[in-house]
Nanobody, 115 residues
């Protein structure tokens, strides 16, 4: 059973920073692509950033240059460093992995950017 647990969300002022973490278990962590998605109220869940097993990354245009995705395979952790946060970054952020054709999600962590 794959388990993903996100943490690190919170309330931050515009221009501030947060670091999200995702702790994984039940999976051979190092061989899978991992991703962060986010979902704002009444919006669809959208891809924020993805990192594959070699460390190659991709980002949504809206976060390029501000967010950095990284992974620690030994600790089975996925991270998202978010800088220069904007009110439009407000959403619930989810960790994701696809294994055996099945999408696995954590419960999410709320990020609110507001003054």
């Amino acid at each position: 059973q794959v388990r993903l647990v996100e943490s690190g969300g919170g309330l931050v002022q515009p221009g501030g920073s947060l670091r999200l973490s995702c702790a994984a278990s039940g999976i051979n962590f190092g061989i899978y692509a991992l991703a962060w998605y986010r979902q704002a109220p009444e919006d669809q869940r959208v891809l924020v950033a993805r990192i594959n097993m070699t460390g190659s990354t991709e980002y949504a245009d809206s976060v390029k240059g501000r967010f950095t995705i990284s992974r620690n395979n030994a600790w089975m952790r996925l991270y998202l460093q978010m800088n220069s946060l904007k009110p439009e970054d407000t959403a619930r952020y989810y960790c994701h992995v696809k294994r055996g054709g099945v999408d696995w999600w954590g419960q999410g962590t709320q990020v609110t950017v507001s003054s």
